[in-house]
């Protein structure tokens, strides 16, 4: 720790509001340092800056001197210019990218020294000088989280100065340091389960946090230590909590359920896979599934594809921006993390939230000192934390959704995924696919440092959102950090052939990334004390379960460990040996050369498995009705089209970078009349033809009603808007993501079974195997309103279906946009079904939706037809109708192409606007018409593009492409306000 310290200030220039900030860093030696640090952080344009050193102050920029630039008396009001200057800054502890992004500068141009750059010894405070408002301590709530932040209202002068203080820092007792407790498991079944909810009594006899522990487990533990004679250590206690818990072990998705006595993941998911990998035989894509950070396809001869999609969401219900941030960058590691190490071409990510208007205020306290953040708080946070996850990551994010609806307020689901990209070799001939892990092979931890953040996360992840989930549980993440991680192993060292295995330190930290790579080789030796920290007095247990992000676990050939120490040093990133890999079937940590952990390989990985009851199917209400009242169809497009779920969301889509990488082919925004399409396509190798097209659909409000059907319609939707986009079935592989709610209960498992088996059905109807997948059980939250007054909010069961293709040639890639007026206009697939129920239209209207009729599954569409005219390039334009229907889907094609349609269907309003599945809105060239209808005879002619003045008209009933611009503009979904 540096023993005097410069402080760093930049502000708006001229007195005008904006952003500013304030470092603290080790002292600058003198003048021409601080100007030389002013010229790489300020930006004389726009900003003015100052060093504030204990030897003088040097400043940059014209009217840079505090007399012009606040009241000079300080005092924390609105200054002279009716503004107010907030701070904002991470609590001690909390990951500070900025300040370690600073302090890197710094060291590069040789102004501060290496080890203060790599120990990360600075802080720093966001700043925002603002017009003065009525309630400025309501805005200073607005900007910060307290979970794991501090705010401050200041004035400029107070800023505009030499405060001689020193960064906040972690202070702990150390009471801890090298504490290895024995826990007692009494017979009582109460006190037991007191153990799980609350955790292991630490010295003074405060639980530490959820263990998640099912009664079964704590007989097992009790049995198994029992037998060897001895209690458990706190940390082997802890070990078995992370490996067990439900977001580690999916323990209720493997549970013998009445229907799936295997479980539901190898009844349905793995057993959809074997099942769709033996039908196509010798044309099976599947190169490693299920059994790896991510699921691998082909790509081309050389190439392969990997694809992983990560739910963050107990951490973005506490800390939205940290919880969306450390998804995205936590899914890039499972790519890195995957075979050898595949680099990441692309991220996508998916909101489930609240309606920003909601202005419920949620607490975890009945005394209601420990709020939710808002909705809007909400919104804004994960938007922002996707956005810094991936663009400081230098890969894109294309594709992604938004989905609004009130079950979302207690917790949000956020979806983050990535793709990767990895020669199917190495240079050495090995399959890239293979780990490589052997006994005497060195564990090297390669990345950021470990610190209490992330502790608990996993068995936090795996129980309800309630007064007792832990804080420390919450994660930030550092891009830049991981960037030079994934720079230095991927386009370095993996090729080299000194890294034989590597997998991400996520969820348990290096309890799990360790305990699974040591499954290869029988067992594995730690030794925590090595094991480089953010600061002193973590205890055992904390090292070793702790999720501190931007890490990764190696293992190394014991001749090639300095080499990659080396190298990972040359690039600024630190990496340490801390253990080795070993054969004696038993995972052994110590501490100082005492022995904190001893646990049996085989005892740690066979959690006990799960028998549940599942309740019965339940009555379907009779007399649904088909056809309801309904507004003229103009009105009823209008109304859909201004849905949250519907409406434009391109400041959402423009905030996140889809260029980096330089391979955008299909685009977020489409058409002249940029509107958002399904689905993108990327080109991750300029010199190869080959693209990967990416889409996601899901219907949470028709899960909760008929899960069956909203699986089916959930894969058939992803698959037909990857043929929308010109890519092959054939080339196609599905990812599933369940999101339940109080998923032990038997109504919900029913459910839960409900939703694997249409999986199933259509994943092998269309021959598609599900190549990845990750669920996420207990989306509740149980706290208070603000009177005290117990509540609890439950999201509605969610089934995300991902899916990716890859496209032999990224010119067969077929956009959404009507692109010429006289384009024949086709409808292919059955008609629509007349089912309103669960519907986008039903929601605007207000309509009783529980007495509507839903849609149907559908199995058995072919599409082969489709998919031979667009690889003969006859397509114009293709949409696959999904939320809104189909009349819907032509307004977006409309809007896009800024082209109008003249439509005679001949269908009812209900059949415009319901979401069943089968299904795709073609154009073509009228010249391309005789050959479309050789290929797919099918195929029924509905109508005409034509010229803008012409509107849409569907049979008859007409609007005017403005109304319906204005609809789809007006307060578009996904701008940041807060």
């Known amino acids: ?79 002279a210019s009716g503004q107010r200057l907030y701070s904002v800054g991470p609590l001690p502890g909390v990951t500070d990218a900025i300040a370690k992004t600073a302090l890197d500068v710094l060291a590069d141009l040789s102004l501060v020294s290496a080890a203060d750059a790599a120990g990360a010894q600075g802080y720093a405070e966001r700043l925002r000088v603002e017009a003065d408002v009525a309630d400025p301590d309501a805005r200073l709530a607005s900007l910060f989280n307290p979970l794991i932040e501090r705010g401050r209202i200041r004035s400029r002068a107070d800023v505009w100065r030499y405060s001689g203080e020193a960064p906040p820092a972690v202070r702990l007792a150390g009471d801890e340091v090298g504490l290895v407790l024995e826990v007692d498991l009494p017979e009582d079944d109460e006190a037991l389960l007191r153990l799980s909810r609350e955790g292991i009594p630490g010295p003074e006899g405060n639980g530490r946090g959820p263990l998640g522990f099912q009664l079964s487990d704590l007989y097992a533990i009790r049995d198994h230590f029992r037998a060897l004679g001895r209690k458990p250590t706190d940390i082997e206690i802890e070990t078995l909590a992370q490996t067990w818990s439900e977001h580690c072990k999916h323990r209720l998705f493997n549970a013998d359920l009445e229907g799936a006595e295997g479980g539901l993941f190898k009844t349905f998911i793995a057993g959809a896979t074997r099942r769709v990998r033996a039908a196509r035989g010798a044309d099976d894509i599947c190169l490693s599934v299920f059994s790896d950070n991510a699921g691998g396809i082909v790509f081309d001869d050389d190439f392969l594809v990997c694809d992983k999609v990560e739910t963050h969401n107990s951490p973005s219900a506490l800390d939205p921006y940290g919880g969306a941030m450390t998804g995205v960058v936590g899914v890039n590691r499972d790519c890195l993390g995957f075979g050898q190490g595949a680099r990441p071409i692309l991220n996508r990510y998916g909101f489930c939230l609240p309606h920003a208007d909601d202005p419920s205020m949620l607490y975890r306290d009945r005394a209601a000192t420990s709020a939710l953040p808002t909705a809007r708080g909400l919104i804004d946070g994960v938007i922002k934390g996707i956005e810094d996850g991936g663009n400081q990551s230098g890969i894109p994010t294309p594709q992604g959704f938004l989905f609004f609806d009130d079950r979302y307020r207690g917790k949000p689901l956020v979806f983050a995924g990535t793709v990767g990209l990895m020669p199917r070799q190495l240079p050495d001939g090995r399959d890239a696919t293979v780990k490589g892990t052997q006994p005497g092979d060195a564990i090297v931890m390669v990345g950021g440092r470990v610190g209490k953040d992330g502790i608990h996360g996993a068995t936090f992840s795996s129980v309800a959102l309630d007064e007792s989930s832990p804080a420390t549980a919450v994660q930030i993440g550092d891009p830049i950090t991981q960037k030079r991680l994934s720079d230095a192993l991927i386009d370095e060292l993996r090729d080299q052939g ?65 080499a990659v120490i080396d190298h990972f040093a040359a690039r600024g990133v630190e990496a340490t040996e801390i253990g080795r890999f070993t054969d004696s079937g038993a995972l052994v940590a110590t501490y100082d050369g005492r022995q904190a952990m001893n646990l049996d390989m085989a005892f740690l990985h066979e959690a006990p498995r799960l028998s549940l009851p599942v309740a019965p199917a339940p009555a379907i209400a009779a007399d649904l009705v088909v056809e309801p009242d309904l507004p003229e169809r103009g009105a009823c497009l209008l109304a859909v089209m201004a849905q949250p779920n519907l409406r434009g969301r391109t400041p959402l889509i423009r905030r996140y970078d889809h260029e980096v990488q330089a391979g955008s082919v299909l685009k977020p925004l489409q058409g002249q009349g940029a509107v958002h399409g399904d689905a993108t396509v990327v080109r991750p190798l300029l010199d190869r033809p080959g693209a990967v097209a990416v889409t996601q659909a899901l219907f949470p409000r028709l899960t909760e009603r008929d899960p069956y059907a909203a699986a089916v319609n959930a894969v058939d939707l992803a698959l037909r808007q990857l043929i929308a986009a010109g890519a092959p079935l054939d080339r196609a592989a599905l990812l599933d993501n369940f999101c339940w709610c109080s998923a032990d209960q038997p109504e919900r498992l029913f459910q839960l079974r409900e939703a694997a088996r249409g999986c199933f059905d ?170 479309f209808a050789a290929l797919v005879p099918e195929a029924r002619r509905i109508g005409t593009v034509t010229e803008a003045a012409s509107g849409l008209s569907l049979d008859g009933e007409g609007i005017a492409l403005a109304a319906l611009n204005i609809a789809y503009r007006d307060g578009e979904s996904g701008e940041i306000q807060s």
């Open 1 to 79: 720790m540096a023993a005097s310290w410069s402080e760093i200030v930049i502000l708006p220039r001229g007195g005008q509001p904006g952003p500013g900030l304030r470092l603290m860093v080790p002292e600058l030696a003198d003048e021409p340092a601080a100007q030389r640090a002013l010229s790489a952080f300020v930006d004389p344009v726009t900003e003015v800056g100052g060093v504030f050193s204990a030897w003088g102050t040097t400043t940059s920029g014209e009217g840079a001197d505090p007399s012009d630039l606040s009241d000079p008396s300080g005092e924390v009001r609105a200054d």
């Open 498 to 562: 000194l890294i034989r295995a590597l997998t991400d330190n996520g969820a348990g930290g290096l309890s799990s990334s360790i305990g699974e790579m040591a499954e290869e080789t029988g067992g594995a030796e730690v030794w925590l004390d090595r094991v480089p920290l953010k600061y002193p007095g973590l205890s055992p247990w904390e090292i070793w379960i702790s999720e501190a992000q931007e890490r990764m676990s190696l293992a190394i050939a014991p001749e090639g460990v300095t």
């Open 762 to 931: 259509t994943a092998v109807a269309q021959l598609v195997p599900f190549v990845s997948g990750k669920d996420s059980m207990f989306n509740d939250f149980k706290g208070f309103d603000a009177d005290g007054s117990p509540l609890a909010v439950s999201a509605l069961p969610t089934l995300l279906i991902s899916a990716l293709s890859v496209l032999p040639d990224w010119r067969a890639v077929v956009s959404m946009d009507f692109k010429a007026a006289g384009d024949a206009l086709f409808w292919v697939g059955p008609a629509p079904e007349a089912a309103l129920g669960c519907s986008e239209l039903a929601q605007a209207l207000g309509l009783n939706d529980a007495r509507l009729a839903s849609p149907a599954a559908r199995t058995d569409q072919d599409y082969a037809g489709v998919q031979a005219a667009m690889a003969k390039g006859l397509i114009a334009s293709a949409i696959a109708p999904g939320w809104g229907g189909a009349a819907a889907a032509l307004a977006r094609s409309a809007l896009a192409g800024g082209l109008g349609a003249a439509v005679e269907a001949g269908w009812t309003t209900a059949q415009w606007f319901t979401e069943a599945p089968g299904g795709v809105v073609l154009s073509l060239a009228p010249e391309d018409v005789e050959a």
